[in-house]
Structures are given as C-alpha cells and as structure tokens.
C-alpha cells in the first residue's frame, strides 16, 4: 500500500515537498487528497499513467504533481502554503479499478 511522507510544520509562504511510495507495481492513476479537521476529504491533484496531471482550483499555480516511473514514487511539490492547506494528505494510488490508500502524511502551515 502506499505510503506517504513530507510532512511536518512550515510557516505561510513555505514549501514542502511530499512523497508517495506507491507500494504497488505499474499503479496507473496518482491522486492526492487532503482532510483538514473538520472538513470533508478534498481531492487535490491527479497524475494519469500518462503524465497527465489535473489540480485543484485551490491549489493550481502553487502545487505541482509528478512521479518517477523508475522508482514507482510520487511527488506534491507545494510552494506558498497558506494556513487553509493545512490537513493529512493522502496518496491513493489506482490500478485495474482498485484503489490502494495510504495512512497520510500531516502538513500544518502556521507562524
């Protein structure tokens, strides 16, 4: 299954880099989501298998999406973070109509 890292604390205008390692082989569709507390699990971005990549309108300009074939890993890159980006961030990682969910790595944007 996946699993998720990158996260921790970093102030408004900070970035950090998350990562997926997928756990799976040949996995087709990466997508990120988030939950903050509180609220509703929200999708984030999505790379196909093709390379293709979608964001959220929240996120689009500030995060970037990608994944490295080689390693079978995926990456958010997420630059300006706001206080309202702060929640768990989730990989799901999909394959032949199943999906595979990671446990989520926690990002916290405060001064």
């Known amino acids: 299954h996946p699993v998720e890292s990158g996260g921790g604390l970093v102030q408004p205008g900070g970035s950090l880099r998350l990562s997926c390692a997928a756990g799976?082989?040949?996995?087709?569709?990466m997508v990120w989501y988030r939950q903050g507390p509180g609220k509703q699990r929200e999708w984030v971005a999505v790379?196909?298998?093709?390379?293709?990549?979608d964001y959220a309108d929240s996120v689009k300009g500030r995060f970037t999406i990608s994944r490295d074939y080689a390693e079978n890993t995926g990456y958010l890159q997420m630059n300006n973070l706001k206080p309202e980006d702060s929640a768990l961030y989730l990989c799901?990682?999909?394959?032949?109509?199943?999906?595979?969910w990671g446990q989520g790595t926690q990002v916290t944007v405060a001064s």
């Open positions: 790379i196909t298998k093709d390379g293709n990549t």
């Open positions: 799976i082989l040949n996995f087709e569709d």
């Open positions: 799901n990682c999909r394959r032949a109509m199943a999906n595979y």
